[in-house]
């Protein structure tokens, strides 16, 4: 499976996920000079930073392991700057969508982390 071709997917199978479970997608991919988010979307009282993270079924370790604190830095930082370039009173929240896919990149299992990590982690 080769990584951006199923990065790609990831991302398309999160973002249907999240429509299909109540959020509005804002944007994706918002980059800034400090990081990427892979996509930013709004629920309720939340605007959700989302990073998706999109695995084979043959992996070992689960999906989320690889936002380690250097990541989350990264996203925190990013979410302010998305935060001042679009002001808003949506309370800030960091999830994770662990995208699992077979080998024809067809979705086996998306598992959605609500508030996977904060600012005071």
């Known amino acids: ?45 939340y605007m959700c930073f989302v990073e998706v993270k999109t695995r084979g079924r043959d992996h070992i370790y689960e999906a989320k392991e690889a936002v380690d604190f250097s990541k989350r830095e990264k996203l925190i930082a990013t979410s302010k700057l998305f935060m001042k370039a679009y002001p808003n009173s949506k309370q800030p929240r960091f999830d994770v969508c662990e995208v699992y896919l077979d080998e024809s990149y067809k979705p086996i299992k998306i598992n959605y982390i609500e508030n996977a990590f904060s600012e005071s982690d």
């Open 1 to 45: 499976m080769k990584i951006n071709k199923s990065g790609i997917w990831g991302e398309i199978f999160a973002a249907r996920y999240l429509r299909d479970n109540g959020y509005k997608i804002i944007t994706g991919n918002f980059r800034s000079r400090l990081g990427e988010i892979d996509l930013v979307a709004q629920k309720g009282s």
